[in-house]
């Protein structure tokens, strides 16, 4: 009775919920960087034109658009987080606040300078952290 109950319940489970016998992606890749940096290229808002600039700001906005991913995956941390809901630096560009924040300007730049050298995004997102993040 008990076994029949078992069988009925993993039955009607295994039915219910088909990721149960969706295959687990393979963790020896270095998986992580690709899907979801494909993933974010396709969600990634489009910077304003750096021509409405001057100035750094024009720099900062030419570089955002240069490199939208690299952006991306940088926090900014000027607090815009809290009072625009930005969720990366490129949401600074993609709307006026970056023309007008010294803090996010001055990311942008750095970034893309470290970029032009040919830092990995790893190490530029390491040392904006570094060098801005929570103090
Ligand atoms: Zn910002």
Redesign the pocket.
């Known amino acids: 009775m008990r076994k029949t109950l078992t069988y009925a319940v993993l039955f009607t489970i295994g039915l219910g919920s088909p990721l149960w016998a969706e295959p687990v992606t393979t963790p020896s890749l270095p998986a992580k960087a690709k899907p979801a940096a494909a993933a974010a290229a396709a969600a990634l808002p489009t910077p304003l034109p750096a021509e409405l600039f001057r100035g750094q700001a024009r720099e900062a906005y030419k570089a955002a658009a240069e490199i939208p991913d690299v952006f991306a995956g940088l926090a900014?941390y000027?607090?815009?987080k809290k009072s625009?809901g930005?969720r990366h630096?490129l949401?600074?560009f993609s709307d006026d606040?970056?023309a007008s924040?010294s803090?996010?300007i001055n990311e942008a730049l750095d970034a893309h300078s470290l970029f032009l050298t040919g830092t990995p995004p790893d190490e530029i997102r390491k040392f904006i952290d570094q060098k801005y993040g929570d103090k």
């Open positions: 900014c000027c607090g815009c625009y930005h630096l949401d600074c606040h970056g924040c803090h996010c």
